[in-house]
């Protein structure tokens, strides 16, 4: 099949751009409201963007909480987001009302964060704390804004557990990292493929 996203229907019961591009890491975002409430939301369009500095960004579709808060405050935390957390991971993305904490809500307990104002999740074994940097309007390319608010922080403080770490590695197949693969699908980790990377082949002179 082929189908043109915007001009042709795809004639299938849900879109499957979304399970193509996959799987895609969930930003686990917790962040602060100006009245102090605790927000908490998973966002499957979430990567680092950047590694000097370190960045991160994480797209809503929508100026949802979790966006108007960090603008807001200036700092989230991103939560790894694992197989054994993935309930509490998909009742957090109920909407609730802004004045309304989804810890509180859905009993998710909270650690408390180093150098930024926003609470970790104490059950992820990591978490990355954020201060805000922009906000991106992305433009199609008949050049108008969409209504997704990508966000982008800078991470300045990282959080590990002990028994994440194995022979001086993040052991990414032992956290059994979730990801979103698409529709209401998600995929744990649980094994990993190792490839060197090909060096360049020397060159014969004249």
């Known amino acids: ?83 054994d957390l993935i309930d509490l991971v998909n009742a957090s993305s109920t909407p609730l009302p802004a004045d309304e904490s989804e810890f509180a809500a859905f009993g998710i307990a909270t650690a408390p964060s180093r150098l930024v104002e926003p609470p970790r999740v104490a059950a992820s074994p990591c978490a990355l704390e954020c201060v805000y940097v922009e906000t991106l309007r992305p433009r199609g390319r008949d050049g108008r804004e969409t209504n997704s608010h990508m966000v982008i922080g800078e991470v300045i403080g990282v959080h590990i557990a002990d028994e994440a770490l194995v022979d001086g590695r993040l052991d990414i197949a032992r956290l059994h990292v979730l990801a979103r ?9 649980d094994r990993l493929v190792a490839r060197p990377r090909p060096k360049a082949e020397p060159r014969a002179t004249d």
Do not use: Q
Not at 9 to 28: C, D, E, Q, T, Y
């Open 1 to 83: 099949m082929f189908y043109e996203p915007g001009r042709t229907p795809h004639g299938l019961p849900h879109n499957p751009l979304k399970a193509i591009v996959s799987p895609r890491p969930i930003g686990w975002i917790s962040s602060l409201a100006a009245d102090g409430t605790a927000n908490l939301a998973p966002y499957s369009f979430f990567n680092m963007v950047s590694e000097t500095p370190p960045l991160v960004m994480f797209t809503s579709l929508g100026r949802k909480d979790s966006v108007a808060n960090i603008e807001a405050t200036g700092a989230f935390v991103c939560n790894l987001a694992t197989l």
């Open 181 to 189: 693969c698409g529709y209401l699908d998600y995929a744990p980790v």
